[in-house]
């Protein structure tokens, strides 16, 4: 199905675009206007884009139905700051509604029953509520067009991070990833939420170069049982590794035995038990599995 996005109507190609790219992390900018008045709102198009310096980039974009510049962008032409503050499950709520078209000089934190805490640094307070809030000075302000959705860059240096100590890991030394429960944007009404039943390790790639998929054996990686995933997990070594004459194992015993006479079947069996292998990321075994095990199978080349 092909989607002509400039076809569409900007409510149509926002909810594709929306769909497609995600999640979204959400960036909840406090912000202050010259006369004082507070304005609390998320924003889903952020991220971060530098470390040194230290550069977050988000944008409210111009309204879709009737494009108008969120109240947001229009303080930070006022005051060049913003606070931003990671949403979390436990806050997911609030933030939604704190997105409300409320007129302009409503307070969203009291709409929202958020708590105000002082800034250090900026003159926009922080979300109390959020575990980890961050300091901003606005950079550049870049508009990316006139018309409805068009969005309006903030370029942000983030000054200082203040950081809850119930999120941070048992030495205290970096934020655990597994103790935030960030919360994403995805399309329509879909959110995702990030905890420990749906976070996954993967390794660097190797600082020595992964020998690559074209490396490895034809008979693996052409193999009906290793996925893409799992391929790129064998070939993330800098070389071949050899066979370990020590490596004893029950299973690969039992499957050389059972399966001696089919070679098709040994090969599979032999892939199926590297494949749990590395599911546990227990890499040098799997290795070990598919060059001990198969007594020359893999022999023919590369």
Known sequence: MLINIQELSGLEGQGWLQHAIAPRPIAFAGTIDAAGNVNLSPFSFFNLFSTNPAIVIFSPTR???ENKLKHTLLNLQEVPEVSIN???EAMVQQVSLSSCNFPKGVDEF?????TKTNSTY???PLVKESPIQM?????????LGEGPGAGQLVIAEVLCMHVAENVLNNAGTMIDQRKVHHVARLGGDWYAVINEQNLFTVAKPNAHLGIGIDALQEAIRNSR???GNHLAQLANVSAIPNI???FDDAQLKHIMQYYAGSPTELEEELHLYAKQ???AQQIEKAWQILLTGTDGIFSDNQ
Not at 110 to 114: I, M, N, Q, S, Y
Not at 135 to 143: D, G, N, R
């Open 63 to 65: 309204s879709v139905r």
């Open 135 to 143: 300091e901003c000075k606005v950079l550049e302000i870049k508009s």
């Open 122 to 124: 900026i003159q926009p």
């Open 86 to 88: 990671i949403c979390t």
């Open 110 to 114: 009291e709409k929202a029953g958020f």
């Open 244 to 246: 370990d004459a020590a």
């Open 225 to 227: 049982i290793l996925t």
């Open 277 to 279: 292998c590395i599911d």
